[in-house]
């Protein structure tokens, strides 16, 4: 069976070697009209980008972590907290705990 999968395998890496080999780029590219369209518009550089001027970029520096300072920050941290259940079992009532991992939020 494994020497049959490997045949069926090779025959059709063999196979999508024939097919690449035959559909190569220069027939890819045949499908594409020749012309002047919206295409050739954005390939050609912008000219205004390009002059000579005397305007320089200005950076303007973005303050984006406002949320690391402030008057009230808020924290977070793991804690253990402890949960109860209670079931009827044999005609009374029973309680089974443990403890779950939470994340606990303060503010400083």
Not at 1 to 26: N, Q, Y
Not at 45 to 55: C, K, Q
Not at 65 to 71: I, K, L, M, S, T
Request: hydrophobic share 35%.
């Amino acid at each position: 069976m494994e020497r049959r999968l490997f045949l069926t395998g090779m025959l059709g890496v063999a196979g999508a070697a024939a097919l690449a080999g035959l559909a190569g780029p220069s027939k890819a590219v045949a499908g594409i009209p020749a012309g002047n369209g919206i295409l050739d518009e954005l390939d050609k550089p912008d000219r205004t980008v390009f002059e000579d001027g005397d305007d320089r970029a200005e950076l303007e520096q973005v303050y984006h972590r406002h949320w690391h300072y402030g008057p009230r920050r808020r924290r977070r941290r793991r804690g253990w907290r402890r949960v109860c259940r209670r079931y009827w079992r044999h005609g009374r009532w029973r309680r089974r705990c443990w403890r779950e991992r939470v994340w606990i939020g303060f503010w400083l």
